[in-house]
Nanobody, 123 residues
Framework: QVQLVESGGGLVQAGGSLRLSCSLS????????MSWFRQAPGKEREFVAT????????EYANSVKGRFTISRDNTKNTVSLQMNSLKPEDTAVYYC????????????????WGQGTLVTVSS
C-alpha cells in the first residue's frame, strides 16, 4: 500500500519553530521529488517547498523563503520541513506530496498526498 505519513505538527507561539517529517512506504522513495503544501481554513491549498529526487535542488514559496528549509534523507525514506520564525499566517494543515515527474508546485502535479498535519501558530 502506497502511503505518505506526516508527523510533527502542533501548536507554537509566533517566532517559534517546528519540524515536520514525512515518510513514504510502498514505493521507492528516491524516485520521487517531494513537496510540502499547506491549506489554511477557507483557502486553497498552496505550495510551500519542493526538493528534487537527490536533494540537490530545493525551491520555496516567497512567503516562506528564508524561514523554512526542506530536506530529505533517501536512506530513511523521509522528507522534512524545518519551520523557523513562524507567523500566525503560517497556520494551516500541511501536506506532504510526492511526484515522479515534477518538483510539484501545483496540486495537479502531485501523484501521492499525505493525510496532513495541523500547524497552529498563536500570536
Amino acid at each position: 500500500q502506497v502511503q505518505l505519513v506526516e508527523s510533527g505538527g502542533g501548536l507554537v507561539q509566533a517566532g517559534g519553530s517546528l519540524r515536520l517529517s514525512c515518510s513514504l512506504s510502498g514505493r521507492t522513495f528516491s524516485t520521487y521529488a517531494m513537496s510540502w503544501f499547506r491549506q489554511a481554513p477557507g483557502k486553497e491549498r498552496e505550495f510551500v517547498a519542493t526538493i528534487s529526487r537527490s536533494g540537490g535542488v530545493a525551491e520555496y514559496a516567497n512567503s516562506v523563503k528564508g524561514r523554512f528549509t526542506i530536506s530529505r534523507d533517501n536512506t530513511k525514506n523521509t522528507v522534512s520541513l524545518q519551520m523557523n520564525s513562524l507567523k500566525p499566517e503560517d497556520t494551516a494543515v500541511y501536506y506532504c506530496a510526492a511526484s515522479r515527474t515534477f518538483m510539484a508546485k501545483t496540486t495537479n502535479q502531485v501523484e501521492i498526498w499525505g493525510q496532513g498535519t495541523l500547524v497552529t501558530v498563536s500570536s
